[in-house]
C-alpha cells in the first residue's frame, strides 16, 4: 500500500481503539488492541504521517528512534526493594520506569492528551541486548514492570532488510500479535502532501518529468545510491531558504541530500535551467498583464520540457500570492473574532478594558502554547497564531495607553487599529484574483486550450493556498477548464499526448 492508504487505516485503527462503551471502557479490549508495524523503505514517511494523524485526530504523541537506546532507558534501572510475604521480610528486584514510559506520562501532563500514539521508529534495527525487549514490548505492550498507558495506539516503523543490515527477524508469536503494513513509494500521493508542505516548484516540476527519480535505491561497485522522498523534502527547505538569503545552491550541495550522483546532476542542471526561464519569460510582467511579445514567441517555440517548466514557474509565483491573501484572510477573521468576544466582554458593568484585553491575548497565548506543546500545530498554524498574537498585543498596548470611559469608545479604537488588516485582506485578495487572469490569458493566447493548461489547472486545485483561495474568490475560467479538461473524459486522451510528447523529447 502506499503511504496515504496506511495513515488512513491509522486513522481508522485509532478511533476503533478509542472507541468507549456506554460505561466509558473501551470497546475493543486493551490486550486486544493490536500494535501496528510499518514497514518500508527508508524516507517514504513513515515520521512524518504520525504527526500528520495526531495533529488531524487531536491525539498526543510520543516520537522515538529506538535505535538510539539501551536497554536500560528502555526497561529502566533496576533497584531493590524490600516486600513482606507471609510475614517475612524478602528482598527483591524491580525496576525504575522506563524512559519511553514516563515520556508518555508527562506528555499526558503538559497537553491534557490523555490519548495518543507511542511511535517507534527502527524498531527492528535495535541492538542484541535490546531485541528481547523489543519483542516484549511488541507481544505485551510493556517494557519491563511498566505498561503502556490505556488509550495509547503503539506504532512502529521497521526497514526491510534490503536497505539495512542491522535487521533483525520477528518470530511468528511477535508477528502474530501485529497488524503489518507494508509501505511502498507513490509519487502521485507524495505530490498531495507536497503541496501541503508547500515543497520547492523546482522539484515539483522536475518530478513531473522524471518520475522514475523520485525514490531509487541502487548499489554498484561505487557503493549504495539513493534518493528518497525525505532526501527531497529537506533539499527543498534547503533551496527555500537559500532563496530568501539570495545564496545559489552548488551541485555538490544537491548531492548531499540526493545521494545518487547521476540524479544529483541532472538536477542540478534542471534547477540552472528553471531558474533561466524565470527571468527569460519574465514570469513577473505576466502575472501583471504584461508579457512581452518574445515571451509569447518562446512558450510557442518551447519543448514539452520547457513548457512544463514554465507553467510550473506561473504557478509558483501565484502560489506565493495565494498565500499571501490567505495569511491576510486568516490574520482578520482571527482578530475579528477577539474584537467579538472582547465586544461581548465589554457588556459587564464596570469592565476594564485594558485588562479584558490583556486577558484574552494570554489566553490566546496560552492555548497557542499547549498546542505546541501536543504537537498539534503545523508550522503554517503556529505562524498564523503568531500573527494573531503580534496583533492582539498592539491592542493591548492602545487600550493601555488611552483613557477611554466607555465600550463604544474602545471599540473604536480596536475597529480603526483593524481596518488597515481589513483593506489588506481585500487588496491581497483583489492582486491574486488580477495574477490569476493574466496567467490565464498568457497560456490561452501561447498554447489555446491544449494539454498546458491541463496541468495548469490540475495544479491549481491541488495547491493548499490555490485551492482554499478559489474556493473563497470564485474564478470563472478555473471552473470552466476543470469541468471541461478534467471531469468530462478527455483527460486521459491528454494525459497520453503528455506521455508521447515526453517521449518524443
Known amino acids: 500500500m502506499n503511504i496515504q492508504q496506511a495513515k488512513e487505516q491509522i486513522k481508522s485503527t485509532l478511533s476503533a481503539y478509542l472507541a468507549k462503551d456506554e460505561f466509558g471502557n473501551y470497546q ?51 533497584m531493590i526493594s524490600q516486600k513482606n510475604y507471609q510475614g517475612k521480610e524478602y528482598t527483591v528486584t524491580e525496576y525504575t520506569m522506563s524512559e519511553i514510559i514516563g515520556s508518555v506520562y508527562e ?47 503503539i506504532v512502529a516503523a521497521g526497514n526491510p532488510p534490503e536497505y539495512n543490515k542491522s535487521v533483525r527477524e520477528f518470530d511468528v508469536v511477535t508477528l502474530d500479535r501485529l497488524r503489518r503494513m507494508d509501505i511502498q513509494p507513490d509519487l502521485t500521493v507524495w505530490k498531495q502532501y507536497a503541496h501541503t508542505a508547500k515543497i520547492h516548484p523546482a522539484i515539483l516540476t522536475y518530478l513531473e518529468l522524471h518520475p522514475e527519480y523520485f525514490y531509487r535505491v541502487t548499489q554498484d561497485v561505487d557503493g549504495i545510491q539513493f534518493v528518497t522522498a525525505r532526501g527531497w523534502e529537506d533539499l527543498s527547505a534547503l533551496l527555500v531558504t537559500y532563496e530568501q538569503l539570495g545564496m545559489d545552491v552548488e551541485e555538490s550541495i544537491i548531492g548531499q541530500y540526493l545521494q545518487h550522483p ?36 518562446r512558450a510557442q517555440a518551447a519543448s514539452f520540457d520547457e513548457r512544463l517548466s514554465l507553467v510550473g514557474l506561473l504557478l509558483a509565483g501565484l502560489e506565493t500570492q495565494f498565500s499571501a491573501a490567505m495569511e491576510a484572510d486568516a490574520l482578520a477573521d482571527d482578530c475579528f473574532a477577539v474584537i467579538k468576544e472582547f465586544k461581548e466582554a465589554c457588556q459587564e458593568p464596570q469592565a476594564d478594558f485594558s485588562l479584558l484585553m490583556e486577558a484574552l491575548c494570554q489566553q490566546h497565548k496560552d492555548h497557542t502554547a499547549q498546542q505546541k506543546k501536543a504537537q498539534l500545530l503545523t508550522r503554517s498554524q503556529e505562524q498564523r497564531a503568531l500573527r494573531c498574537q503580534n ?48 496567467a490565464f490569458d498568457f497560456l490561452e493566447n501561447a498554447f489555446s486550450a491544449g494539454q498546458e493548461l491541463l496541468v495548469f489547472v490540475t495544479e491549481l486545485g491541488m495547491g493548499q493556498d490555490s485551492a482554499a483561495f478559489l474556493a473563497q474568490n470564485p474564478c470563472q475560467r478555473y ?27
Open 262 to 297: 547521476e540524479i544529483a546532476q541532472d538536477f542540478a542542471a534542471y534547477l540552472s535551467l528553471y531558474r533561466k526561464y524565470g527571468d527569460d519569460y519574465g514570469i513577473q510582467q505576466i502575472l501583471q498583464g504584461n508579457p512581452s511579445p518574445s515571451a509569447y514567441a
Open 28 to 78: 475493543l479490549p486493551v490486550l486486544q488492541q493490536r500494535p501496528i508495524l510499518l514497514m518500508g523503505p527508508p524516507g517514504v514517511g513513515k515520521t512524518q504521517i504520525m504527526r500528520q494523524i495526531a495533529q488531524e485526530c487531536g491525539v498526543g504523541l510520543v516520537a522515538y528512534t529506538i535505535t538510539h537506546h539501551t536497554r536500560q532507558s528502555a526497561v529502566g534501572l533496576p
Open 391 to 438: 496583533v492582539l498585543e498592539e491592542f493591548c498596548r492602545l487600550l493601555a495607553a488611552e483613557p477611554l470611559e466607555t465600550s463604544e469608545q474602545a471599540l473604536k479604537l480596536l475597529r480603526n487599529t483593524f481596518a488597515p488588516i481589513k483593506e489588506n485582506r481585500l487588496q491581497q485578495a483583489e492582486t491574486a484574483s488580477h495574477s490569476l487572469e493574466a
Open 107 to 153: 506528555t499526558m501532563e503538559q497537553t491534557g492528551l490523555k490519548e495518543g500514539i507511542l511511535f517507534l521508529d527502527e524498531i527492528n534495527c535495535v541492538s542484541e541486548t535490546l531485541a528481547p525487549t523489543m519483542l516484549q514490548f511488541l507481544q505485551c505492550k510493556t517494557f519491563g514492570n511498566q505498561s503502556v498507558p490505556s488509550g495509547w495506539l
Open 479 to 505: 471552473g470552466t477548464y476543470s469541468e471541461s479538461l478534467l471531469l468530462n473524459g478527455r483527460t486521459a486522451r491528454i494525459l497520453q499526448e503528455i506521455a508521447a510528447d515526453k517521449a518524443r523529447g
